[in-house]
């Protein structure tokens, strides 16, 4: 069974500086996708950016890449110039191959406030 | 086009009552799957339909039962309710596709007193 951990329960950080969050998981599949939603007080989840595992470029999506280390299992979100409407709950979520259908493993989640 | 539609938004039931909550899928997207939210055990998968078909099984009672019709909306029934059950119920559809993004409703927040 997956696993997924994020060991920052809360952070914080001043708008338009630079902030990561990070997250682990274990697995024991090879081909495997993570994802970073984010979830504001409105509670809708919204996904973020999604890597897959054979990919070794990390991706980008406009102010926010992640660091993908695939053998260390780590799978960071950093979000650069941050902005009042990043404050929310974020999650990393694993989902695996094939027979995970469409399943999504999550981790505890990282509350982020952006401080004006 | 339009979202993911979760109904009701707001419940409040009594122990022991059972529950019925909806979810209509983005059009075109024929999986549909259900999560619980709380505080204490986070965001836990309950089931995953596709198809009309049960298709992935989370470690929940079998209290916990769902339905996906013909049109892909899904329904998610939970009977003899107790006061763990109170949560965010959240609903996701994809279209299954390796990799394919799962959008979200807003889910439905069930009390149960």
């Known amino acids: 069974a997956q696993t997924v951990t994020q060991s920052q329960p809360e952070m914080s950080v001043q708008e338009a500086e630079t902030v990561t969050l990070s997250c682990t998981y274990d697995t024991s599949e090879s081909n495997y996708y993570l994802f970073w939603y984010k979830q504001p007080p409105s509670r809708q989840m919204i996904l973020v950016i999604r890597q897959e595992a054979y990919k070794q470029q990390n991706a980008t999506e406009n102010r926010f890449s992640v660091n993908f280390q695939k053998a260390a299992k780590s799978f960071s979100l950093k979000i650069s110039d941050s902005q009042l409407g990043d404050t929310a709950m974020y999650f990393c979520?694993?989902?695996?191959?094939?027979?995970?259908?469409?399943?999504?493993?999550f981790g505890e989640g990282t509350q982020l406030t952006v401080n004006p | 086009k339009a979202g993911v539609t979760q109904t009701p938004r707001y419940l409040i039931k009594t122990r022991g009552q059972q529950v019925t909550l909806s979810c209509s899928p983005i059009?075109?997207?024929?999986?549909v799957s259900w999560y619980q939210q709380t505080p204490g055990q986070g965001l836990q998968f309950l089931f995953e339909y596709f198809s009309e078909t049960q298709r992935n099984k989370g470690n929940f009672p079998g209290r916990f039962s769902g339905r996906q019709f013909s049109n892909s909306r899904s329904e998610m029934n939970v009977s003899t309710l107790e006061l763990g059950d109170s949560a965010l119920y959240l609903c996701?559809?994809?279209?299954?596709?390796?990799?394919?993004?799962?959008?979200f409703g807003q889910g439905t927040r069930l009390t149960v007193v």
């Open positions: 979520a694993f989902k695996g191959g094939e027979t995970s259908g469409s399943r999504l493993t």
């Open positions: 059009s075109g997207h024929r999986s």
């Open positions: 996701a559809s994809s279209t299954r596709g390796q990799g394919e993004e799962a959008f």
